[in-house]
């Protein structure tokens, strides 16, 4: 199972760009890279993820390198409610379903 | 549209005492249904997953046990509660395989 690291904090200037980064240098060809956040005391909220082409949605962006071992989630103009911890995770494939491996995360803080 | 519940929403539980944790999904039929626990300060870790009714898989031995007696009910369940036990119980359910996942509100369990 691919592991995935990220920086333990970072600050962002509310109306700026906040680009959070993720090492998995281990990922496998079909493996996804997912994005979750969790604001604190709820649960964890689906973001966006992707395999090798870049991906946009209405919350976010995810870059991805052209040898997939890292990825940036990109919030293009971050809130102060964008404020929470960001997971990235490497898709791992049981036997069944999808069974996602979540570390410590980055805690983002989005400054006034 | 799609909607998961848990409860409750706390719970204080002396330790040595039983523990009965319910999820509940609407919307949608034979869901992917998941089981998550997050210590404090800690990412998620998963402890159980189901694909559908009475087929349960655990990813982490302990004195915790899952069940699914109905098609969108996934039950947690202890004999006997430790301390270690203490976290935030996070159920999940996802529309098939290799899709994301969505979150419960979280039950927030104390043990003393």
């Known amino acids: 199972d691919a592991k995935t690291t990220q920086p333990p904090s970072m600050d962002c200037a509310e109306g700026r760009a906040a680009n959070l980064p993720c090492n998995h240098s281990?990922?496998?060809?079909?493996?996804?890279v997912y994005w979750y956040r969790q604001i604190h005391s709820q649960g964890p909220q689906y973001i966006i993820h992707?395999?090798?082409n870049n991906e946009t949605n209405e919350m976010a962006s995810l870059i991805i390198t052209e040898d997939r071992k890292s990825s940036t989630l990109i919030l293009p103009h971050a809130t102060l409610r964008d404020t929470a911890v960001y997971y990235c995770?490497?898709?791992?494939?049981?036997?069944?379903?999808?069974?996602?491996?979540f570390g410590p995360g980055t805690r983002l803080s989005v400054l006034p | 549209s799609q909607t998961i519940h848990q409860w409750p929403a706390t719970l204080v539980q002396p330790v040595g005492s039983p523990l009965s944790l319910e999820c509940t999904v609407e919307?949608?039929?034979?869901?992917?249904l998941y089981w998550y626990r997050q210590a404090a300060g800690r990412g998620l870790q998963l402890l159980f997953y189901?694909?559908?009714?009475?087929?349960i898989s655990s990813e982490v031995p302990q004195n915790l046990s899952a069940s699914r007696p109905q098609d969108r009910q996934f039950i947690l369940s202890s004999k006997k509660l430790l301390l270690s036990d203490s976290g935030f119980y996070l159920c999940?359910?996802?529309?098939?395989?290799?899709?994301?996942?969505?979150f419960g509100p979280g039950t927030r369990l104390t043990v003393l």
């Open positions: 999940a359910w996802s529309p098939r395989a290799y899709n994301e996942q969505f």
């Open positions: 281990t990922i496998s060809g079909n493996e996804y």
């Open positions: 992707g395999l090798k």
């Open positions: 995770i490497a898709q791992t494939l049981g036997n069944y379903g999808q069974n996602f491996v």
């Open positions: 919307g949608t039929s034979n869901p992917n």
């Open positions: 189901s694909v559908g009714i009475g087929q």
